[in-house]
């Protein structure tokens, strides 16, 4: 385990690092500032107390002191540091500071945002398809339930009753998430991550949690899948590679798509629409992909028995189903824009 080393022998600096560094699950090394032991140390966190600062060359170092402290800025500059952290007023900034230390990001991984066009249009079942596709094919893939009143993306792959972390215990995270966090309590299904809710809370979804848990997937996973709500923030909608916008063939479904795709087409350039067909009296896919103005992605033909098995409690169907199909064939589209692009997935 990387190891973050803090020098000082002040106990209200201890504290608050201390504080900081149990919340993200990092154990701090406290060393006094002579003794020595900072090696090997990927962050070093100084004092106001010390006088020399370690020969550690290439390893980043803070400076750590109170907010009242008005020589900070000397002492930095007389220690060599690399930042200086006023505390408690920088504790988010050294909680992420600590965090890229211990876990490096990287470039963040492909993330796929799916939004209903309109009530019951299918997106969380295409949503759940993808996640189920890109996990099959030994991806290391989470799926994220953006929607608190959706009804909770377990009961569609029928795996509610898997134990681990739900939304309802990262409310409080205020941005405080190490990637690897996820990796290690998110409930698994067939090899798929899954973050949903529970059945209790009342919580509500902020875009501070949001912005945290996403950009913590992008590095802890090699493909994110979204549940995005339709009236989701316009930045949850950026901050993803492709969206993919789902709607009936039917005419006052198409007419409320319409007005989701101008709302996203003005923050994302990459929505793409699928359109469900349900029985042969719907409208033409292609009208519906012209008339919203949007790039037709696909059509997706309903499986009449699909409602059924999600209500028995069996989830949508594994293997090379007609729903199987197409989540494999889109998703291979979606990667196929990424590799042109050179985008890492």
Do not use: Y
């Not at 039917?250 to 795709?261: D, G, I, L």
Request: charged share 20%; aromatic share 4%.
């Amino acid at each position: 385990m990387p190891r973050i080393a803090l020098l000082t022998q002040l106990p209200s600096l201890v504290d608050h690092c201390a504080a900081i560094a149990d919340s993200i699950g990092i154990t701090l090394d406290v060393l006094a500032p002579q003794s020595g032991g900072w090696q090997g140390a990927v962050l070093i966190l100084l004092g106001e107390d010390v006088v020399d600062p370690p020969q550690a060359a290439g390893v980043p170092t803070v400076l750590i002191a109170p907010a009242e402290a008005h020589d900070a800025w000397s002492n930095a500059a007389r220690l060599g540091a690399d930042h200086v952290a006023l505390l408690p007023a920088a504790g988010e900034w050294l909680t992420q500071r600590m965090i890229t230390a211990v876990e490096p990001p990287a470039a963040p991984a492909t993330t796929i945002g799916v939004v209903a066009g309109s009530g019951g249009a299918g997106a969380s079942v295409l949503a759940c398809a993808l996640a189920r596709q890109a996990a099959g094919q030994s991806t290391a893939t989470v799926l994220l339930d953006a929607d608190p009143l959706g009804g909770g993306l377990d009961l569609v792959l029928g795996c509610e009753d898997i134990p681990g972390l739900r939304w309802p215990a990262l409310t409080a995270s205020k941005g405080r998430l190490r990637p690897s966090t996820l990796t290690q309590a998110l409930p698994r299904f067939d090899e798929l991550a899954i973050l949903s809710w529970d059945r209790e809370g009342r919580e509500e979804l902020t875009g501070e949690v949001f912005d945290a848990v996403l950009t913590a997937s992008q590095q802890a996973f090699d493909l994110v899948i979204v549940d995005l709500p339709r009236h989701a923030p316009a930045a949850w909608a950026r901050a993803c590679h492709h969206l993919v916008l789902v709607t009936p063939a039917r005419v006052r479904a198409a007419v409320a798509a319409a007005r989701v795709a101008r709302r996203l087409a003005e923050v994302h350039p990459g929505v793409r629409l699928v359109v469900r067909e349900s029985d042969r009296f719907g409208l033409d896919p292609h009208l519906v992909a012209d008339t919203i103005g949007l790039d037709l992605a696909g059509t997706l033909t309903d499986d009449g028995g699909l409602a059924a098995r999600i209500d028995r409690g069996e989830g949508i169907p594994a293997g090379r189903t007609r729903l199987g199909r197409f989540a494999e064939d889109l998703l291979a589209d979606l990667l196929a824009l990424d590799a042109a692009a050179g985008i890492a997935s």
